[in-house]
């Protein structure tokens, strides 16, 4: 099987476990919503402050979401000996991470789709240009997503998990926060052509780190 | 603060920071010298 | 304080590692002396400036040591070169990167306050280093991690060069960020482009003080590491032989786990 079906295999495997439990949908999803109503608690919800800092909010939000997202993407792996049947499977570790990471990636696009209109809502954001917002996002959500399993992986046999990957992950996806809210300010407010330099970053780190992550995958797996 | 004072803080702050760090190894060998057989 | 008279083995001998030690005594003795009295207080700064004499050297440090744990990451990686040499030296050099940055940020602060009159600006290098300090602090933590020898070292490796290849990615999004809005005059980092005389032998001397300590520091934590690694692995060692022996003393527990 080449790399992309196995890739498929186990995207559609984390899939499925998803769709079944829909922990997106029940639980990710009114965290950041929840999130979003807590930062207008917290700043005045004047409407000029909340729709000019939204984009940033948006995206501090994504990325708390992306961290359940990892956490929730390796813990389906920890019961009845999964990650060992992983192991043993004959996957290629680079097709198990794909999969992996798309997987996660689908979630997350799920999930910022449904946040957007969160923020259109609450903090009136009009979204005027959209192919630099949305290639900005995917690019975004790409890098996110595998940096997030990369680092998933990295931390799945250690107890401390849950609180050792946000401190690994965050400072590694500081330049996706960066990007992806200078894209979409300049994509909602400003000159939507200042958005393309930042969708080219968030696409370079992007595919940096799918190949980081399809390299260094298996060699983490097998130690885990 | 004057200038000079901030100029001493960081001095001092950096003595102690680096002093308090080659002391802290030197005690943890200290240590585990001890624990050895 | 005179030092253990046996230690791990380490990156060199003790006599070198006590020669690299002194050495940096006597130029940490002449920065005191060069930076705080003989060079001249910045016409435009004052004596603020003299803070420069060892912010600039801890920054340096701080990038030569995080380059130490990228290399030695690397070559603990790379099969042929496989050794726990690598990985003990990683995590010195890391420990010390960090004590280092922190040191940068700290001063930084503290040159700032009087000079640009905020403890903080959100200035392209300010951040940077920021952001970097938090990646190898998050190193560290894994390296904190109980684990087997080599599952950690390949573990932190791989950390460290993932790190390694986002810190140009951080330093490039962030520049071209705070370029885009940088207010040019009050927040000027090269406030003083041309350094003259002894202000520029202050600077040197501060590098070179600062390296030698760095190396003299980095075989201490080196040696501490070797003896911190033999103490686990005898601990491990009795933990299992006491468990051996609980076996047997207790004819009821025979043949029910261990």
Same mark, same amino acid.
């Given at each position: 099987?080449?790399?992309?079906?196995?890739?498929?295999?186990?995207?559609?495997?984390?899939?499925?476990?998803?769709?079944?439990?829909?922990?997106?949908?029940?639980?990710?999803?009114?965290?950041?919503?929840?999130?979003?109503?807590?930062?207008?608690?917290?700043?005045?919800?004047?409407?000029?402050?909340?729709?000019?800092?939204?984009?940033?909010?948006?995206?501090?939000?994504?990325?708390?979401?992306?961290?359940?997202?990892?956490?929730?993407?390796?813990?389906?792996?920890?019961?009845?000996?999964?990650?060992?049947?992983?192991?043993?499977?004959?996957?290629?570790?680079?097709?198990?991470?794909?999969?992996?990471?798309?997987?996660?990636?689908?979630?997350?696009?799920?999930?910022?789709?449904?946040?957007?209109?969160?923020?259109?809502?609450?903090?009136?954001?009009?979204?005027?240009?959209?192919?630099?917002?949305?290639?900005?996002?995917?690019?975004?959500?790409?890098?996110?997503?595998?940096?997030?399993?990369l680092y998933?992986v990295l931390?799945?046999?250690?107890?401390?998990?849950?609180?050792?990957?946000?401190?690994?992950?965050?400072?590694?996806?500081?330049?996706?926060?960066?990007?992806?809210?200078?894209?979409?300010?300049?994509?909602?407010?400003?000159?939507?052509?200042?958005?393309?330099?930042?969708?080219?970053?968030?696409?370079?780190?992007?595919?940096?780190?799918?190949?980081i992550?399809?390299l260094a995958f298996?060699p983490l797996?097998?130690e885990? | 603060?004057?200038?000079?004072?901030?100029?001493?803080?960081? $001095?001092?702050?950096?003595?102690?920071?680096?002093?308090?760090? $080659?002391?802290?190894?030197? $005690?943890?060998?200290?240590?585990?010298?001890?624990?050895?057989? | 304080? %005179?030092?253990?008279?046996?230690?791990?083995?380490? @990156?060199?001998?003790?006599?070198?590692?006590?020669?690299?030690?002194?050495?940096?005594?006597?130029?940490?003795?002449?920065? &005191?002396? &060069?930076?705080?009295?003989?060079?001249?207080?910045?016409?435009?700064?004052?004596?603020?400036?003299?803070?420069?004499?060892?912010?600039?050297?801890?920054?340096?440090?701080?990038?030569?040591?995080?380059?130490?744990?990228?290399?030695?990451s690397a070559?603990y990686l790379?099969?042929?070169?496989? %050794?726990?040499?690598?990985?003990?030296?990683?995590?010195? %050099?890391?420990?010390?990167?960090?004590?280092?940055?922190?040191?940068?940020?700290?001063?930084?602060?503290?040159?700032?306050?009087?000079?640009?009159?905020?403890?903080?600006?959100?200035?392209?290098?300010?951040?940077?280093?920021?952001? !970097?300090?938090? !990646?190898?602090?998050?190193y560290?933590?894994l390296?904190?991690?109980?684990?087997?020898?080599?599952?950690?070292a390949k573990r932190c490796a791989i950390a460290a060069m993932i790190a390694?290849?986002? &810190?140009?990615?951080?330093?490039?999004?962030?520049?071209?960020?705070?370029? #885009?809005?940088?207010?040019?005059?009050?927040?000027?980092?090269? @406030?003083?482009?041309?350094?003259?005389?002894?202000?520029?032998?202050?600077?040197?001397?501060?590098?070179?003080?600062?390296?030698? @300590?760095? &190396?003299?520091?980095?075989? @201490?934590?080196?040696?501490?590491?070797?003896?911190?690694?033999?103490?686990?692995?005898?601990? #491990?060692?009795?933990?299992?032989?006491?468990?051996?022996?609980?076996?047997?003393?207790?004819?009821?527990?025979?043949?029910?786990?261990?």
């Amino acid at each position: 099987m080449s790399v992309f079906q196995e890739a498929a295999l186990v995207a559609g495997k984390d899939l499925r476990i998803e769709a079944r439990a829909r922990v997106i949908s029940q639980q990710i999803l009114p965290f950041g919503l929840i999130v979003l109503l807590l930062f207008a608690f917290a700043l005045d919800p004047d409407r000029g402050v909340l729709q000019r800092v939204a984009p940033g909010l948006f995206w501090i939000t994504v990325l708390l979401a992306s961290l359940l997202g990892v956490s929730r993407a390796f813990s389906v792996e920890a019961e009845n000996g999964a990650r060992d049947g992983l192991r043993l499977s004959g996957l290629d570790g680079s097709s198990i991470f794909l999969g992996k990471a798309v997987a996660l990636a689908v979630e997350l696009l799920v999930f910022e789709a449904l946040l957007t209109v969160g923020v259109v809502v609450l903090f009136d954001v009009r979204l005027a240009s959209l192919p630099a917002l949305v290639l900005g996002t995917i690019a975004a959500t790409v890098g996110l997503a595998a940096a997030g399993t990369l680092y998933g992986v990295l931390a799945a046999g250690i107890r401390a998990r849950e609180t050792l990957v946000p401190v690994l992950l965050l400072p590694i996806v500081a330049p996706v926060l960066l990007g992806a809210t200078r894209a979409w300010e300049a994509s909602i407010d400003g000159v939507p052509g200042d958005a393309w330099p930042w969708v080219a970053l968030l696409g370079i780190f992007a595919v940096l780190f799918v190949g980081i992550g399809m390299l260094a995958f298996g060699p983490l797996l097998e130690e885990s | 603060m004057t200038d000079a004072g901030f100029v001493i803080a960081g $001095w001092v702050i950096t003595g102690v920071v680096l002093l308090g760090y $080659w002391l802290s190894i030197l $005690w943890r060998i200290r240590r585990g010298e001890r624990s050895e057989p | 304080m %005179s030092e253990p008279v046996s230690m791990g083995e380490g @990156l060199m001998s003790p006599v070198v590692r006590r020669v690299f030690g002194v050495l940096a005594l006597f130029a940490l003795a002449a920065l &005191v002396v &060069v930076g705080l009295f003989v060079a001249p207080p910045d016409e435009v700064q004052g004596d603020a400036q003299r803070l420069m004499y060892i912010h600039v050297p801890a920054a340096w440090l701080a990038y030569l040591a995080f380059g130490v744990t990228a290399v030695s990451s690397a070559l603990y990686l790379w099969p042929r070169t496989r %050794s726990f040499v690598w990985d003990r030296v990683a995590g010195a %050099s890391a420990e010390l990167g960090v004590i280092f940055t922190g040191l940068t940020l700290l001063l930084g602060s503290m040159w700032g306050r009087p000079v640009w009159g905020v403890w903080w600006a959100w200035d392209a290098r300010l951040v940077t280093t920021a952001v !970097l300090f938090f !990646l190898y602090l998050g190193y560290l933590a894994l390296r904190r991690v109980p684990a087997a020898l080599d599952v950690r070292a390949k573990r932190c490796a791989i950390a460290a060069m993932i790190a390694f290849v986002d &810190v140009p990615i951080v330093h490039f999004s962030v520049t071209w960020w705070r370029t #885009l809005h940088q207010k040019a005059t009050v927040f000027n980092p090269d @406030l003083n482009a041309e350094i003259h005389g002894t202000m520029a032998l202050a600077l040197w001397i501060g590098v070179l003080a600062f390296t030698l @300590l760095y &190396v003299y520091l980095l075989d @201490l934590r080196y040696r501490l590491e070797v003896i911190e690694e033999d103490r686990e692995e005898r601990e #491990l060692e009795a933990a299992i032989a006491d468990r051996v022996q609980g076996g047997m003393a207790s004819p009821e527990t025979v043949g029910v786990g261990s």
